[in-house]
C-alpha cells in the first residue's frame, strides 16, 4: 500500500455559538487548507454552561455538504443508538450526494447520558451499547448496496474508541479510520490488538488509517512527529464556539505541508 499522507482536520464544536459563527469557521477552516471539518453528534454542549446555545450534527452536515466545496466532513462521531440504522445509512447516503462524495461516516457507541435521558433514548451499558453498534454496522453497509441512487463512493466509516475485546475487532471489520484516545504511552499496545484483529479477519491494517485529536496548543514538530512514527496520519484539533479561533490549525496545517513534501 502507498505510504499514507498526513492529513489535518478540525473539529468545528457546536456548542455556545450562533450557527453564522459555526458557519464562518467551517469555511475558514476550508480556505486555511484542513482536510476534514467535523462536528459532533450530541445534544448539549459537552463543557462550559451545561444548557448553552448547541445545535444538531446532521442537518448541519446537510448544509456544509452545500457551503463547503472541497473539504471532507463528517461527525466525531454520529451516536448509533439516536437513529436506526437503515435511516442512518439513507441520511449518510443523502449527505455523500449533496457533498459530492466527501462524506465521512464517523460513528460510536455513544456515551453522554444526558442526550439519552433528555431525548428518551435508553441508555444501558456500555457493552450492550457496542453490542448494538456490531448489529449496526452489517445493517448500514447492507442498505448501502439496496438505495438508488447508490452512494458515489465507499463510504468510509471512522469507528472512534479503544476497547480492545469489542471496538477494535469492530474497527477491523468494518473501518476505514480508526480514531484513538490512547495517549503516546497506550497507543502502541492499541494499535498492536488492532492488528491482531484484523490479522484474525484476513485484514491488512495498513488500509486503516489512523486518527487522534490533538490540542491546538501542542507543538506540532513534537507530538505531531512522535504520533506519526506511531502510524498515525491524521491530526484534528477541536475548536469551541463562541468564537472559533482556528489559529492553531495553521501550524498544524504547515506541519502537515512539510512532511508532505
Not at 150 to 156: G, S
Amino acid at each position: 500500500m502507498t505510504e499514507q499522507r498526513i492529513r489535518i482536520g478540525v473539529q468545528i464544536q457546536p456548542q455556545h455559538a450562533d450557527y453564522a459563527a459555526i458557519r464562518r469557521a467551517a469555511a475558514e477552516a476550508e480556505d486555511l487548507g484542513v482536510d476534514i471539518v467535523f462536528n459532533w453528534d450530541h445534544f448539549y454542549p459537552l463543557s462550559g454552561e451545561p444548557d448553552g446555545k448547541h445545535f444538531e450534527c446532521w442537518t448541519m452536515l446537510g448544509a456544509w455538504a452545500e457551503a463547503t466545496s472541497r473539504v471532507e466532513i463528517g461527525a466525531l462521531v454520529s451516536c448509533n443508538s439516536y437513529r436506526n440504522p437503515e435511516l442512518l445509512a439513507d441520511m449518510a447516503r443523502t449527505v455523500d450526494h449533496i457533498s459530492e462524495g466527501r462524506l465521512i461516516l464517523g460513528i460510536g457507541s455513544g456515551w453522554f447520558q444526558k442526550d439519552y435521558d433528555q431525548y428518551g433514548y435508553e441508555f444501558g451499558t456500555a457493552g450492550g451499547r457496542l453490542d448494538d453498534l456490531a448489529s449496526a454496522l452489517p445493517r448500514i453497509e447492507q442498505r448501502w448496496t439496496a438505495l438508488n441512487p447508490a452512494p458515489t463512493r465507499q463510504i468510509p466509516v471512522l469507528i472512534g474508541g479503544g476497547g480492545e475485546k469489542k471496538t477494535l475487532r469492530l474497527v477491523a471489520r468494518h473501518a476505514q479510520i480508526w480514531h484513538s484516545f490512547a495517549d503516546l504511552e497506550t497507543f502502541p499496545r492499541k494499535s498492536q490488538i488492532l492488528a491482531d484483529h484484523c490479522a484474525a479477519v484476513g485484514r491488512d491494517p495498513s488500509t486503516i488509517e489512523k486518527s487522534v485529536g490533538v490540542r491546538g496548543d501542542a507543538a506540532p514538530d513534537e507530538i505531531g512527529g512522535q504520533l506519526a512514527e506511531l502510524g498515525v496520519r491524521l491530526f484534528t484539533v477541536g475548536a469551541s464556539g463562541p468564537d472559533y479561533d482556528l489559529s492553531p490549525l495553521r501550524k498544524w496545517i504547515a506541519w502537515r505541508d512539510r512532511n508532505n513534501s
